[in-house]
């Protein structure tokens, strides 16, 4: 069974990126949020293996987010996705649990080699 | 500026001082450990001081320097005499530099061909003995290094990790925070280069060492960091005990040091202008505990009033011996000067508080889109340094008060004919035994009938009070606590717990504040404040039985009058002093003591006081004389004592108290 993986980003266009890689190397996207409050919700439902998670959005922020998963589930595997230069958000998202983080512009490679890495 | 300047200046001379002695001693015991440590936290400190005040020859000279010392410190290096000699080279050319800034304010020697020098013995010269952590410039402290042997003791292991990232990596800053989280959950991190603040802030090329303790072995610690994305390498290097016995350790009080350096940077870095040309003379200085100053004071004020009990003793005896007089004269003498010396030694500049207020004018006036130049004068005025701490506040206020208050707008200045940019001027002057400050604005001038009206809308007086007073006793309203002038109250001044504050803070320095003002030209605070606040001339005087001292600063002149010169005049007694009315006041009065009858004394004393503008004769049974008395607190149960401001020992040991007579008009 491929593994599951929620895609949480406000922007259309970032999710059906992240989308396209990682349904094309396999995985199998089973829920997209455009907030973090969504994004919390839909974990809860589904615990999806994988959280890909951007930082700013509205209603609710990825950092929250993360420390509001990690609350539901301490093993939550969620990767940040972040713009150059927030380097303090991300150390916080991974302070508080989050496992790596991904650099917009994505490529494929570094998405999947973080992808991976985390789920083995 | 001058006042770091100054401070900088008598430091470096110090270190200097201390360096070449040092080093002189360090030639003939060349492994005295302690020495050498010395020598290079002199050298680190004048580093510091030098880079801080922007001198970069010395801090590119003494870091030069130091570089040296610490390879002679790590052993790497043996001292030979031509090591010493370029030291001592070194030196000569820091004091040239340090007498350079004292006199023109800009290091004009340049220091290159010693720096070449100094390089060059750090090339030729590298030993093999290397001590790992030396290498890699981890300074530990003697704590850490205790933490680390006491891990070893326990079989952990120690490791020198070098984790190198991928170049070009993105957010490397997070990828350094993931390494050391992940180090973090296997074991311990003594300490990082950079730091892991600095790590978090990306003050690091790609590249981080990190001293570490745990019980993995190194393959488990390749496979967690190398485990983390971007991450393109680790050397593991193991550290063992006898590394550690090696390594020199930096001391706390060091530790002390370049945190304070660090703090003096922050704050005063931008204040501090490199380029000042002007002539700087600097004699020699110590510093020395203003504890240690206000106890010498103590026993200067305790010999002084023994020299005054001795002089009691021999008046009174009727004693006269040409020697006697002679050893009494001598006595006095010393200790007037020893006085005197030691009031100049506790004297610092006013610019130590008048240094902040450019800063503050023009932000506030920036604030309140007013033009103001602050002009200011006297800076170098020496004042009590116990009376200049609590000086800043009231001045601060008053100056906000003149800006916000005093000062129009430019629009308005430009319809009155005034130059748009006010003139703020702030000056310190020394007047016999005071100080005067005055804060000088030209701006609109206070309005006595408008304060006088406020003052009955206040409540603070009545419409018949108002007819009676005249315009100064209106515009001192604005003294009064609950005033304000201003008709909107603003965030800056004006909430009518100003002046009074101000009015109180100067009183209790024992000083007086008025104004000067006319309307449409500006105003003038003018504070007059006592040289020192423990040793003043005064006058003693007997009022009753009871001996009391008035302070010279406020009187005019004293005079025994006989009773049929007093008068009555509109109910208030007065006497006509060279034609002058003088109002009257009985110090009995005031003091609650019986008042005499007039029939019944054929003399009386009238010491003739200055408070503000005015002129009161204060009536007293009896003149004693005039002398030093020293001002003694009358303690926290009594310090609000009407009419007493304190007391003093006198020569036969009774006490005599001190009259404030600053509010008896």
Not at chain 2, 47 to 63: E, I, P, Q, R, V
Not at chain 2, 69 to 86: G, M, P, S, W, Y
Not at chain 2, 614 to 626: A, F, R, S
Request: net charge negative; aromatic share 4%.
């Amino acid at each position: 069974m491929s593994k599951t993986v929620l895609i949480v980003d406000d922007a259309a266009f970032m999710r059906m990126m992240i989308k396209n890689i990682l349904t094309e190397a396999g995985y199998e996207v089973v829920a997209e949020a455009e907030n973090g409050k969504q994004a919390v919700e839909k974990y809860n439902e589904l615990r999806p293996d994988l959280v890909t998670m951007d930082i700013t959005m509205p209603e609710m922020d990825g950092i929250t987010a993360v420390k509001e998963i990690m609350a539901i589930d301490s093993n939550a595997k969620i990767i940040m996705c972040s713009a150059m230069g927030q380097q303090a958000m991300v150390i916080e998202a991974i302070q508080s649990g989050a496992k790596d983080f991904i650099v917009k512009p994505f490529k494929n490679e570094r998405v999947l080699e973080a992808v991976k890495k985390i789920l083995g | 500026m001058s006042q770091y300047l100054r401070m900088f200046l008598d430091e470096s001379e110090e270190y200097l001082q201390s360096l070449n002695q040092n080093l002189l001693e360090l030639e003939n015991n060349p492994n005295d450990e302690q020495l050498i440590n010395e020598i290079f936290r002199a050298a680190h400190s004048l580093k510091g001081m030098a880079a801080t005040m922007g001198f970069d020859k010395m801090a590119n000279l003494t870091h030069e320097m130091e570089n040296v010392l610490d390879r002679i410190r790590a052993k790497k290096l043996v001292l030979k005499t031509e090591i010493v000699d370029i030291l001592f080279i070194c030196l000569d050319r820091l004091e040239k530099l340090v007498k350079e800034i004292a006199t023109s304010g800009n290091e004009a020697s340049d220091v290159e061909d010693i720096v070449l020098r100094l390089q060059n013995i750090k090339n030729e010269e590298t030993s093999s003995k290397n001590s790992i952590i030396d290498d890699n410039f981890f300074d530990l402290e003697s704590e850490e290094k205790d933490q680390i042997l006491q891990y070893l003791k326990k079989g952990y292991f120690c490791y020198l990790l070098d984790v190198e990232l991928v170049e070009g990596c993105l957010l490397k800053s997070v990828r350094g925070f993931m390494v050391i989280k992940s180090l973090k959950e296997i074991g311990i991190v003594i300490k990082s280069i950079p730091s892991l603040k600095d790590i978090e802030d990306e003050k690091f090329d790609y590249q981080f060492k990190v001293l570490y303790i745990t019980k993995e072995s190194e393959k488990e610690i390749r496979e967690t960091v190398t485990d983390i994305i971007d991450v393109k390498g680790v050397t593991i290097t193991r550290i063992t005990e006898e590394d550690l016995e090696g390594q020199s350790v930096i001391s706390t009080a060091e530790m002390e040091i370049a945190v304070t350096e660090e703090k003096i940077e922050t704050e005063e870095t931008p204040q501090i202008d490199r380029k000042t040309s002007q002539d700087i003379k600097v004699s020699p200085t110590i510093r020395v505990d203003i504890d240690k100053l206000d106890s010498l004071m103590n026993l200067v004020a305790e010999l002084l009033i023994n020299k005054t009990r001795l002089e009691e003793i021999c008046n009174r005896m009727n004693f006269s011996n040409e020697l006697l007089n002679d050893i009494l004269q001598q006595l006095d003498r010393v200790t007037m000067n020893l006085q005197h010396t030691v009031m100049q030694v506790r004297m610092v500049p006013i610019e130590r508080i008048f240094n902040r207020f450019p800063r503050m004018v023009r932000d506030l006036s920036k604030e309140l889109n007013k033009k103001v130049n602050l002009i200011i004068e006297g800076a170098e005025t020496e004042l009590d340094r116990s009376i200049i701490d609590s000086l800043g506040d009231p001045l601060v206020h008053l100056l906000r008060n003149a800006i916000d208050h005093g000062i129009e707008d430019p629009e308005t200045r430009r319809r009155l004919g005034k130059p748009e940019i006010a003139e703020l001027r702030l000056t310190a002057s020394q007047k016999g035994n005071e100080i005067l400050i005055q804060v000088i604005d030209d701006g609109r001038g206070l309005d006595p009938d408008k304060i006088g009206r406020k003052g009955i809308e206040r409540g603070l007086i009545t419409k018949e009070e108002f007819d009676k007073m005249s315009d100064q006793e209106k515009i001192n309203l604005i003294f009064r606590p609950g005033f304000s002038t201003s008709d909107t109250i603003s965030d800056i001044s004006g909430r009518g717990v100003g002046l009074d504050v101000v009015k109180r803070t100067v009183e209790s320095l024992d000083g007086h504040i008025d104004i000067d003002t006319e309307i449409g030209k500006g105003t003038t605070f003018n504070i007059s404040l006592p040289l020192t606040l423990a040793i003043t001339q005064a006058l003693l005087v007997k009022i009753c039985d009871e001996t009391y001292a008035i302070p010279l600063s406020v009187i005019v002149e004293a005079e025994d009058i006989t009773p049929d010169r007093i008068q009555m005049v509109q109910g208030q007694e007065v006497f006509l002093l060279r034609g002058h009315m003088i109002p009257l006041v009985w110090s009995h009065k005031l003091l609650g003591l019986p008042v005499p009858d007039l029939n019944e004394v054929d003399q009386l004393s009238v010491v003739v006081i200055r408070t503000g503008k005015k002129y009161v004769g204060l009536i007293v049974t009896e003149l004693i004389n005039q002398q030093d008395i020293v001002i003694k607190s009358l303690g926290e149960f009594l310090i609000n004592t009407p009419h007493i401001s304190g007391a003093t020992i006198l020569g036969d040991g009774e006490v005599a108290l001190i009259l404030d007579v600053r509010n008896i008009a």
